[in-house]
């Protein structure tokens, strides 16, 4: 029997499946498909988060960050220097923490 997944997996998902005795087919990507496939898998554990909650919620999260980690090495950045960022963002421009939803802007001439 086959089961057909044609995703990007964890480092060392090939090696669990060996040692459940069954045999994985893999390639390696070459660095635009390794991209495409990073941003496919963004979108994939997005979408699983949303659909969790509770400590599953938070492996999920965690999922997602894995992915943010790899996509950040693609732009030569590490995650460290990405919250960084996201830090120097939240001291300009504020959190989220505030639950503020902008309705609309009124323009005052």
């Known amino acids: 029997m086959e089961r057909i997944y044609n995703k990007l997996v964890r480092d060392n998902i090939p090696n669990i499946i060996k040692a459940k005795g069954e045999e994985p087919i893999i390639k390696i990507l070459g660095d635009d498909e390794y991209k495409t496939e990073l941003e496919k898998k963004l979108s994939e554990e997005y979408k699983e988060v949303l659909e969790s909650s509770g400590e599953a ?8 960050l894995e992915v943010i ?38 323009e005052n001439y």
């Open 57 to 64: 919620r938070v492996e999920e999260l965690a999922d997602m």
């Open 69 to 106: 980690k790899a996509l950040a090495k693609l732009e030569g950045k590490t995650l460290q220097e990405v919250i960084i960022i996201a830090n120097e963002k939240s001291s300009k421009r504020g959190a989220f923490d505030g639950k503020i939803f902008l309705e609309k802007v009124i």
